[in-house]
């Protein structure tokens, strides 16, 4: 492809020499008319005729090229795209907990953490707390993971902290 690029420029630099040459040379009136003539018509041709080397082999090839390129960007923006969306509906529903957790009178921060299913759908796969509660505020925190976020006691991990 650059050496297309390059044969097209040297094509295009060589005809447009020979126009301002012949044109240069050329008396005025009439024959400098002819030469500006001849000299754009070889422009033309020179600017076209790579197009008119190229084989169909040629222009597949390219478009194939264009095609897994584009498709390595696309896969790499949609797996970019994906981890964004992660972290995001991570940091909503760690702040619901919060929510949550105030509502049961518990100080804590939380941190989710999700998994894709076999549909490639997102769900909330581990839950990890820290703050203070008591056994009650705990177990009633519990019990709200499990029910609103499906979240079992095993995958609920609870650190306490200093008060």
Known sequence: ?????RQWLLGMACAA??????????????????CRLAGALVLLLAAVSPLLKLDEGVLSRLAEDYQVTMGGYTDALEEENNLLYQSIIERQTAAYIVDKAEELGISCQAEVKYRYDQDGAPYPYEARLRGTWTQEQREGLEEMLEEDLDIPPERQLFERTQE
């Open 17 to 34: 020499m020979a126009a301002a040459l012949a044109q240069s040379l050329a008396p005025e009136g009439g024959p400098k008319r002819i």
């Open 1 to 5: 492809m650059m050496e297309l690029i």
